[in-house]
């Protein structure tokens, strides 16, 4: 029977698949990201372009989160992938916290799941 730790691994790796997922979804429909920060794309070519750039430039951090995240959970010890989950967390209550400021709205499509990586990797780096 697997252990909790077992459990939690599993539970990372989850985590790990929805940041790769959603880093490739930005590739290829921007547009599923600027919902998730509750902003429209802008009628202005220019800004399209700019907006294009800091959405890859934000694909690519999710990846990375998401692959580090595996690397831990492949190769290091249990506090390593803690550590790692709980950065993740700390990665989407930012995004949480930026939108609520910035936006007005939209920070519960990341403070929702937010809690989530917080809880799993602190019983990873604290178990």
Not at 50 to 72: E, K, P, T, W
Not at 80 to 92: K, Q
Request: charged share 10%; proline share 3%; aromatic share 12%.
């Amino acid at each position: 029977m697997p252990t909790t730790t077992q459990y939690l691994r599993i539970a990372t790796t989850i985590f790990a698949t929805i940041f790769v997922g959603m880093g490739i979804s930005v590739f290829q429909d921007p547009s599923i990201t600027l919902g998730f920060f509750e902003l429209p794309y802008s009628a202005v070519a220019a800004q399209n372009q700019l907006i294009s750039v800091l959405l890859a430039v934000y694909a690519v951090r999710d990846v990375f989160v998401g692959l580090a995240i595996y690397v831990a959970a492949y190769f290091g010890d249990k506090r390593t992938l803690g550590w790692m989950t709980i950065a993740a967390g700390a990665v989407a209550a930012g995004d949480g916290a930026i939108c609520k400021v910035m936006v007005g709205k939209g920070e519960w499509n990341h403070w929702g799941y937010a809690p989530m990586l917080i809880v799993v990797g602190g019983a990873l780096a604290l178990g």
